[in-house]
């Protein structure tokens, strides 16, 4: 690709281009596509700086820098209307990919009961939000299996308490 420009367009174009990005750097990836604001700073930042390069270098020496013949005054302008553009763009043009430790981590078992309890899958999550399914039930923490309450759920283990206190534990075998 050729890239054609007379005076300092090219330079020009960098340098809000630059600004641009750097007044997004400080966003996480998921605050920038679900908030609007950010784009639009950024871009209509970058865009003051190329308009204001511009008039400054045509004011100063005479010249006009342009790019691909487009004037750079031009430029800002369209810098901003990508801008505009950007932020009012509806925020499922944008997938955000879920954070690693939130997704779950699903173990395939062999079925073995113990006490009359089949433990059948266990989905792990870091944040408390993990499951198991026994009997062919989905269960959490807190929830009753027959007389037993579920009181714990780790990445191979589920415990199980009676309401007598007798304490019961599953552990997977997982399958590769």
């Known amino acids: 690709m050729i890239i054609v420009w007379r005076g300092l367009g090219l330079p020009i174009m960098m340098a809000g281009l630059g600004v641009t990005s750097l007044t997004i750097v400080p966003f996480d990836r998921a605050y920038l596509m679900s908030h609007s604001w950010p784009r639009l700073i950024a871009f209509g930042t970058g865009a003051v700086v190329v308009y204001w390069l511009a008039w400054w270098r045509e004011n100063r020496t005479g010249l ?72 062919n039930t989905t269960v959490s923490v807190g929830d009753k299996v027959g007389d037993n309450t579920v009181s714990a759920i780790a990445p191979q283990i589920v415990t199980l308490k009676s309401a007598s206190g007798q304490v019961t534990v599953l552990q997977s075998s997982t399958q590769k």
């Open 64 to 135: 006009r820098d342009s790019m691909y013949f487009i004037p750079m005054k031009v430029w800002a302008v369209v810098l901003l209307a990508i801008g505009i553009c950007w932020s009012f763009a509806p925020a499922s043009s944008f997938p955000v990919s879920a954070r690693e430790n939130q997704t779950p981590n699903p173990a395939r078992n062999k079925t073995t009961a113990v006490n009359g309890l089949r433990l059948q899958g266990i989905f792990y999550c870091a944040d408390q939000t993990s499951s198991a399914i026994i009997n």
